[in-house]
């Protein structure tokens, strides 16, 4: 960044050593910037579909439609360290190097190199690793630092793209590489004052070989800039930070790689991979519900293991359960899986606050607990969320 930031500096003829303390504040990696002032997410945050947090918005799942499976791009939560980059797709370059590749020098791709390999779509929930961060405080009573989302930082996308490891081939892979570690195109991120440079997150070339891909669409439509346009990487039912947006760079290492993202960040006591089982309602917080009524109540389960096998849910608090009603996912069939939709009719609801709980369990086993497991940074909230309504 230094280097960066004083070649610019002598471009516009200013000494750094000369520069106001003032003017000091300003100097990183956003310094310069024609638009340092331009928001950090690009599409419109209605207020009736998000929680904005500024770099950071979650979907209100009280906007979510029952009748529809897949998010659309325009509900999708965004998570940005920094802002969102406008990169003009005919000049994007991907370069890919590293010694797990025959020639570490490697190779730099466009979009039209990546076209003419085998096209792939894939279903896949797509959620931070901090959703549901605001219920260890909550729920718990052990605040942790970070973005307070409530459940809305997750999605299902169907995405576009082609395979990572029909890419790494193309790049000359050797087969005693170990680490694959991508890099974002958007500003370094400073944290407290120390750059840590691009956003990067290492992940093992097992899952790089598996099902993740390299996407430049999503739900058939070319991804939006805040989504990570032109290409993003996407590992299905991995920690969202894994998912590298505006995709720049590619290292291929025959060595385990690290980044503050794996160290650091999305860590307890080892690099965070496999998304957790979690739930919600399509309701807001406290929403009132008719009395006197049959009420059919929707929400979804879902896991980065497997698909959900059951939910149940209670009405009273947890004292009873009973099973709710998975209903299929929607075809055609893509590979992956995404979310669970399900619905519970509720009889003849007593007029007065409630509690609405939903427990899924997933077809590896794994069922949300009653308590999640505590760490400094609010990672994988996976216990049953309590939903406070009112009958009346
Ligand atoms: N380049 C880059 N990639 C990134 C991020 C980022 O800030 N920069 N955020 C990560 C995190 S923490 C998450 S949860 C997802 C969010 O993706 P979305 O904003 O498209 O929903 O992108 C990941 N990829
Ligand atoms: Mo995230």
């Keep these: 960044m230094t280097s960066h930031a004083l070649r610019r500096r002598s471009v516009l003829g200013l000494p750094a050593a000369g520069l106001a303390g003032a003017a000091l504040a300003h100097v990183g990696p956003l310094a310069g910037r024609a638009d340092a002032g331009a928001p950090a997410i690009l599409k419109p945050l209605p207020a009736d579909r998000f929680i904005d947090y500024g770099s950071n918005a979650e979907t209100r799942w009280e906007s979510v439609d029952p009748h529809r499976y897949l998010t659309p791009q325009s509900d999708l939560f965004v998570r940005n360290h920094t802002r969102t980059p406008r990169i003009d797709a005919a000049s994007y ?53 970070g973005t307070p989302w409530t459940l809305g930082a997750v999605g299902t996308v169907t995405w576009q793209g082609v395979r990572l490891r029909d890419v790494l081939r193309r790049a000359g892979l050797r087969a005693d590489a170990v680490s694959v570690q991508g890099a974002g195109l958007d500003d370094e991120y400073v944290d407290k004052g120390e750059n840590l440079g691009r956003v990067r997150r290492p992940f093992p070339i097992a899952k790089a070989l598996d099902d993740a891909l390299l996407a430049w669409g999503a739900n058939g439509e070319p991804l939006l800039p805040d989504h990570g346009y032109p290409l993003r990487l996407v590992l299905p039912g991995w920690v969202g930070i894994a998912s590298i947006k505006w995709l720049g760079e590619l290292e291929v290492s025959r060595s385990e790689l690290t980044s503050p993202w794996n160290t650091r960040w999305y860590n307890v006591g ?42 149940d849910v209670s009405t009273d608090g947890g004292t009873t359960w009973s099973p709710a009603r998975l209903r299929p996912a929607p075809g055609p069939r893509t590979e992956g899986h995404g979310w669970t939709r399900w619905t519970h009719t509720w009889h003849a609801p007593e007029p007065g606050p409630h509690q609405l709980l939903a427990r899924a369990s997933d077809l590896h086993g794994r069922t949300q607990p009653a308590i999640a497991a505590v760490n400094p940074n609010g990672y994988f909230f996976d216990a049953v969320v309590r939903h406070p309504v009112t009958v009346a």
């Design 93 to 145: 370059r991907l370069r890919v190097f590293g010694d797990g590749l025959a020639d570490p020098a490697g190779v730099t791709l466009g979009l039209a190199d990546l076209r003419q390999l085998p096209s792939v779509e894939v279903t896949s929930v797509h959620e931070c690793t901090g959703n549901g961060r605001s219920f260890f405080d909550t729920q718990q009573g052990t605040k942790a630092g």
């Design 270 to 311: 080892g690099p965070l991979g496999v998304n957790p089982v979690r739930s919600s309602w399509e309701l807001p917080r406290d929403a009132r519900i008719p009395a006197g009524r049959t009420a059919v109540l929707t929400g979804r389960s879902w896991s980065g293991a497997a698909p959900i096998a059951r939910v």
